[in-house]
């Protein structure tokens, strides 16, 4: 029995003795206020960034490096938005992110099988899409509370756009031609022959359009532009003299547009748009001067974070 007790004790030490093997731990690559970003997940998020780009990382080392570092900033940055989110008391429901997803999967026409495979291949899983739309949301969130409504575009600013921009060309008058493209027409091979110069607008009309005046080259005579149906001018203002619009959808059939030429009149000084049209003023105001001042508040609120990068 002695001889026993003295086996199973050397047996006991030598087992004790024998390293431990722990499964590995994720290392912490940032943190952020306190919170930390593990190279686990930096690992997930890096991978549909190396499949999107090609990029292998054995083969090229300082190119997957760049891209690692890039995105951890770009998680650093999401991190104090969704601090700043919780801050302002901000809450993104199950229900809010379940929305956004399906939303998702309905934009990209496929079935969710179908959408998780494809996501899947490109190195997304469900979990990542579904914390994306949460950070979207909180950011959208955090913007409108912060900046989009410190953001002011005045009346009189949005008359002013439209007296130096638009007013004189909603009295203009506009020479323009149209081809509408029967069903069977292949209309971008025909849009594509008129860019490249292999048909005039008027000859491709003559052959293929069923609009008005096809046998005259689709040419509409000049025309008021405040005649003009909304789409229609909204259509020719883009246009430059001698220019063809894009194909165009007009309901079940394609069309393209041109503006022959031009005559200009002088806008009035009191001009003034109407709601719609001030409305789309104030957007195209509003919009760039919202991107800048959020690039300057996330540019704050970074400034203003602990952060401690260790990669």
Known sequence: MRILAISLACAAAI???????????SRVVAVVNGDMITSRELDRAVKPEFIGQQIDP???PELADMVRKAV????????????????????????????AFEALVAESGLSREAFLAKMGKE?????????????????QLVMNRNVVK?????????????RKNMAGFAESRAHVGIIIYPSEAAAKKWSADIASG??????????VSVGPNAEGGGDLGVMAISDMAPGMAQVVSGLKEGSVSP????????????????????????????????RRIEGMLRNP??????????????????VDIRL
Do not use: C, W
Not at 124 to 139: C, G, N, P, V, Y
């Open 150 to 162: 410190k953001v002011v575009v005045t009346e009189e600013e949005v008359n002013d756009y439209y």
């Open 58 to 60: 054995k083969k090229s």
């Open 72 to 99: 951890l900033e770009r998680m650093i940055n999401e991190k104090i938005l969704l601090q700043q989110a919780a801050k302002d008391g901000i809450k993104i429901s199950d229900e809010q992110v379940d929305k």
């Open 15 to 25: 087992f004790a003795a024998q390293p431990v093997f722990a499964a590995p731990v």
């Open 198 to 207: 292999r048909v005039s607008f008027a000859d491709a009309a003559r052959k």
């Open 247 to 278: 194909v165009l959808s007009l309901g079940e059939v394609k069309g393209q547009v041109m503006l022959i030429s031009l005559e200009e009149a002088e806008a009035a000084a009191d001009a003034k748009p109407d709601a719609e049209t001030a």
């Open 123 to 139: 190195g997304f899983t469900e979990k990542m899409l579904r914390d994306q739309a949460r950070t979207h949301i909180a950011s």
């Open 289 to 306: 001067r919202v991107q800048e001042r959020f690039q300057q508040y996330a540019t704050e609120l970074r400034q203003k974070a602990l």
